[in-house]
């Protein structure tokens, strides 16, 4: 089945300053790649997701990379806020799979 | 709308009792999953359903564990009987889509304890 693995799995950077998550995976079938944020005592919800058909997508502050080839994929957060600070989660699915989750990121941002 | 509805939102229960965890989905959404958080083991699939029927449950850890789906409104997750290994975020979550993989809304999770 699909392994997904993540890095790092702590994060500290200065606010403003720009994060970067990444996460490879093992089946190069996966097609779906969405990024999840957990904030403390809340379930994880989506913040942005991409497609196989897709290289890169943005949404005002934060984006995504997929290198297909590379079979890995990337957020990237920009101009980092104090609520920015987070657990971060990446996932892929293959085909009609359902998602597996990368261990996740936690995203400490220093005001 | 409300979102995905989950309850209780803590439990705290003995080992060998009996733990019925409840959700309810995001109206119109086919397909609802059951998730377990832990630090050692984090975020597992352990069964979803697409309208109302069981895809996959192997996820489920053992005979233990159940799951219903009667209606597109409610979905409850059965422990019986618990052991303090099950303690963990237990999140439901609903998606429009039929595919198991696609963007899914978690619930804000049931923190169980067995004592």
């Known amino acids: 089945g699909e392994n997904v693995e993540q890095h790092p799995s702590t994060l500290s950077v200065q606010e403003g300053d720009s994060a970067v998550i990444k996460c490879t995976y093992s089946?190069?079938?996966?097609?779906?790649f969405p990024w999840y944020k957990q904030e403390l005592g809340k379930g994880p919800q989506l913040i942005i997701d991409?497609?196989?058909?897709?290289g890169e997508k943005k949404d005002q502050r934060i984006a995504v990379t997929l290198n297909k080839t590379a079979k890995h994929f990337s957020l990237h957060i920009t101009e980092t806020q104090p609520e920015d600070s987070a657990v971060y989660f990446c996932?892929?699915?293959?085909?009609?799979?359902?998602?597996?989750f990368g261990s996740g990121t936690r995203l400490q941002v220093q005001p | 709308d409300a979102g995905v509805i989950q309850s209780p939102r803590h439990e705290v229960t003995e080992m060998g009792q009996e733990v019925t965890l409840r959700c309810k989905p995001i109206?119109?959404?086919?397909?609802l999953f059951w998730y377990r958080q832990t630090m050692m083991r984090g975020l597992e699939l352990l069964i979803y359903?697409?309208?109302?029927?069981?895809?996959?449950d192997s996820g489920m850890p053992e005979d233990r564990f159940s799951a219903k789906m009667p209606n597109a409104s409610f979905s409850t997750l059965k422990i019986q009987p618990s052991e303090p290994r099950d303690s963990a975020v237990y999140f439901c979550?609903?998606?429009?889509?039929?595919?198991?993989?696609?963007?899914?809304?978690f619930g804000p999770g049931t923190r169980l304890t067995v004592t």
């Open positions: 996932a892929a699915r293959a085909g009609r799979r359902a998602l597996t």
């Open positions: 089946d190069s079938a996966s097609n779906y």
């Open positions: 991409i497609r196989s058909n897709v």
């Open positions: 109206s119109g959404h086919n397909s």
């Open positions: 979550a609903s998606s429009p889509s039929r595919l198991a993989g696609d963007e899914q809304y």
């Open positions: 359903f697409n309208n109302n029927v069981p895809i996959d």
